[in-house]
């Protein structure tokens, strides 16, 4: 069953990314291969620091979770991010 | 290496920002696009402290995965995947006649460590069995895997013949160590060389650094260290089967698969003629056979 968090991305590396969660924290994701989003998208929302949800997996045995699919929230969208 | 005589320009011990040739300061080379660059790993001043792991991991937001405790030594991620690009080897030469421990003699010279990586070959072979493009060769003379153009074929994960490159199970691509490419193109010095504490991993232009190798190499020589030899620099070890020579050359002091790299390495390319001979030699050979036998019963 996958969790959804919301948050911000801190940076993107290729298709890694770290969100910053709303509770401050901060969770290293891996973009899944079927997640509807490429790479290069992430940047743009680093750049806009849009709030954006992530539908995610834990990772069985590594310190990071597997991304099913970033949406950007009603509420956020206005003149912010359009790279997804 | 001696201290860069820009270093007196910046007394300070905190900076706004990033500052302009910086590689100049922490490894004394300035990074120009068109050169050759990459690193000389001197094993005999590895300590092992993993400093160019956690680093790699940090610069390059690459998750930990085998957390746990493998049972080799104090190797911990036990070798080069799609999420650890740099990996620390612990090799335990304590063995007596009977098999158990033997006395450890003086500095620990039984226990050796290696922080092996992706090489960046001159010929690379995963670039050759690429058909995206995906791979190139960077301005730096580097080898580098396009994300966003790689399809996850997975024909460079045989080619390479030092088991270094793996497809990720999550994203489905090919991933290596990239040699810091995005540090270079902003002046940087890759995050492994400058946390290395004592040296071993040392970034710079090739030519520079075979030269220096090869002085180190002389210097063990002096101090009785017979068994020290470049894996990886123009006609060592390393540099076999039309490979060239590796960007990312070691010093060692026991026979390469001690370390777990090849003796001969050898371009993948160089089997296609030979296997495709072998093919149709038995091919004619089936066919002759058939020949004969049918020929036979009419």
């Known amino acids: 069953m996958s969790k959804i968090v919301r948050g911000r991305i801190l940076f993107a590396q290729e298709g890694r990314f770290m969100l910053r969660t709303e509770s401050g924290t901060g969770q290293l994701f891996v973009l899944s291969h079927d997640a509807g989003v490429e790479p290069q998208q992430l940047p743009p929302l680093q750049h806009a620091q849009a709030e954006v949800e992530v539908e995610f997996d834990e990772t069985p045995g590594g310190l990071s979770a597997v991304a099913r699919a970033i949406r950007v929230p009603d509420d956020d969208l206005a003149g912010k991010a359009e790279a997804v | ?298």
């Open chain 2, 1 to 298: 290496m001696q201290v860069h005589a820009r270093a007196r320009d910046y007394p300070q011990s905190q900076f706004g920002g990033v500052l302009p040739h910086e590689a100049e300061l922490t490894a004394g080379v300035r990074i120009q696009p068109g050169r050759s660059y990459g690193f000389f790993t001197d094993t005999t001043r590895c300590i092992g402290c993993k400093a160019c792991e956690v680093a790699c991991k940090e610069w390059n937001n690459l998750p930990a995965d085998n957390v746990g405790l493998t049972g080799m030594s104090y190797d911990n991620t036990g070798a080069l995947s799609a999420n650890t690009w740099r990996h620390v080897a612990f090799v335990e030469k304590i063995a007596g006649p009977g098999g158990g421990p033997a006395e450890m003699p003086p500095y620990q010279s039984q226990w050796l460590m290696m922080s092996d990586l992706c090489k960046h070959c001159h010929n690379p072979p995963c670039l050759e069995a690429c058909p995206t493009g995906a791979l190139f060769k960077t301005e730096f003379d580097t080898v580098v895997v396009q994300q966003d153009i790689c399809n996850g074929c997975g024909y460079c994960v045989p080619a390479c013949p030092f088991g270094v490159v793996e497809l990720s199970e999550t994203d489905g691509k090919a991933h290596k160590c990239t040699l810091c490419y995005d540090r270079l193109k902003g002046g940087l010095e890759p995050a492994c060389a400058k946390s290395c504490p004592t040296d071993s991993i040392q970034f710079g232009e090739i030519a520079d650094l075979q030269s220096r190798a090869a002085e180190r190499v002389e210097q063990l020589h002096g101090l009785g260290v017979a068994s020290a030899y470049l894996y990886g620099a123009p006609g060592s070890p390393g540099a076999t089967g039309d490979l060239g020579h590796l960007n990312a050359f070691f010093l060692l002091t026991d026979a390469p698969e001690v370390y777990n790299l090849p003796r001969a390495p050898t371009r993948a390319s160089n089997r296609v003629r030979p296997s495709l001979a072998t093919g149709l030699a038995t091919m004619a050979g089936f066919a002759l056979a058939a020949i004969a036998l049918l020929g036979r019963r009419a």
